[in-house]
């Protein structure tokens, strides 16, 4: 059987951690446990883990991200290649026997990255817990066009052979685990689900999530892509009034060249601010601008043909029609320039 280590990111636990260690002990489980900055105070906890227990201490909180990260570049350099790697939360959320669970079909499935997802119907789910799933689900199905049940769970397994990918990844505190998600859905991995218990006790007070601070980390990607398509909204919204007025002597045909002029100036501003401070692409202009410049045209012909449709066929005022259309293309306009035209990264 494939060997497995199951890796804990921690910070400040309890006395959970220790019977999380000893369950996953008994099933034969390796086990590599990142103290992220818990301080000195929790060293004597640190040191009951079980004999076979590494444990990775550093000074300073770096967050979740962080932790996994430096857990996952020691499994790379000390088990081999072909090793199960099963992520736990070490607050008790996760019962080993799922662990194993999701540990098996990552060994039966070694290209596909494994969820062990919860259910959030019944009683007894934290209204946070719960309403913060949805949005991060519907996030998701908006970003990566992928569903995903579970898009906050810690427990996650795959193969050793995956890590480089994952290390590769930026975020340093929970949205990083989001942010495998995308890099997973935009380089085309494998995402299963198996069902596991879903275990909150005390209403998840154990949990060191910041409502404010991780939820921002988690949809700041898609709340800059909303700003930046806002401004160059206005930009193009603006031109757009002030080319249909100056040009209405021409006629039928001045929707749609005030359409076409002011969307030239406002995709030149959104493709520089979405180059440079949405996606933060590393590769150059020379590739992400034709990409950028195809999008355009080809989101360019479908509005300006849904523009003449709801104006000259339909009869709706022309900057009415002009607002429905651009809502209507946001989500499409996303997926490609996530997944396709800036899908190079700076981190």
Not at 275 to 290: H, I, K, L, M, W
Request: aromatic share 8%; with cysteine.
């Amino acid at each position: 059987m494939t060997r497995t280590v199951a890796l804990i990111p921690s910070y400040q636990p309890d006395s959970h951690l220790l019977e999380v260690l000893e369950a996953l002990s008994a099933l034969g489980m390796g086990e590599v446990v990142v103290d992220d900055g818990s301080g000195m105070g929790y060293r004597p906890l640190f040191d009951l883990a079980p004999p076979d227990t590494t444990v990775i201490s550093y000074a300073n909180n770096c967050g979740k991200g962080t932790a996994l990260k430096v857990g996952l570049k020691y499994i790379q350099e000390h088990y081999p290649a072909d090793t199960v790697v099963v992520t736990v939360d070490g607050d008790g959320q996760h019962a080993a026997l799922d662990a194993e669970r999701c540990a098996r079909a990552a060994e039966e499935n070694p290209s596909a990255l494994i969820l062990g997802c919860r259910s959030f119907e019944g009683e007894g789910i934290p209204l946070r817990s719960r309403m913060g799933n949805l949005i991060t689900r519907l996030v998701f199905k908006v970003a990566s066009g992928r569903y995903v049940s579970d898009t906050q769970t810690g427990l996650r397994a795959f193969s050793a052979g995956l890590i480089s990918t994952f290390l590769e990844v930026g975020g340093e505190r929970y949205e990083y685990e989001m942010n495998v998600l995308l890099a997973c859905a935009g380089d085309s991995v494998d995402i299963a689900e198996v069902p596991i218990q879903t275990i909150y006790e005390n209403g998840n007070e154990r949990s060191h999530f910041h409502p404010v601070r991780d939820s921002f980390l988690i949809y700041r990607g898609i709340l800059k892509f909303v700003g930046s398509s806002f401004v160059s909204f206005l930009a193009d919204y603006a031109l757009f009034g002030l080319l249909a007025m100056v040009l209405a002597p021409v006629g039928t045909a001045s929707v749609i060249v005030a359409n076409v002029l002011a969307r030239v100036a406002s995709a030149t501003l959104n493709y520089n601010l979405n180059r440079c401070y949405v996606f933060r692409s590393d590769e150059g202009v020379e590739t992400t601008a034709p990409r950028y410049a195809l999008l355009a045209v080809s989101i360019l012909a479908v509005n300006t043909l849904l523009l003449w449709l709801f104006v000259d066929i339909v009869g709706v005022p022309a900057l009415v029609a002009k607002l429905c259309v651009e809502l209507t293309l946001f989500v499409v306009n996303w997926v490609v320039q996530n997944r396709v035209v800036f899908r190079g990264r700076e981190c």
